[in-house]
């Protein structure tokens, strides 16, 4: 998928109670969704990548079940943290 700031935008503000005005919030108060913010680590694939992370986003300073996943490639310049998806888990 190719992300764009203006598709983030609009899967942000199409979760859950859909406001234009929804925004993703460093801190979230805790709600009844258990968020996941998971790190896991594997050999190269052959592609570079080694690794995923699964973090659920705060909007509007609360927990939710909106999951962005990213992929942890390595190069030649260190670790890349590239986006992979973003959907409700």
Known sequence: MQWTPE?????IKSYCECSA????TLNGEPTD?????????????GH???GEIWYDLNIDGYASDLTATFYIEEGPDGLTVRLNDIHVM
């Open 7 to 11: 598709l983030i935008r609009q899967v």
């Open 21 to 24: 005005g929804q925004k993703v």
């Open 33 to 45: 969704i258990h968020q996941r913010k998971e790190v896991t680590r594997w050999q190269d694939d």
């Open 48 to 50: 570079g990548s080694i």
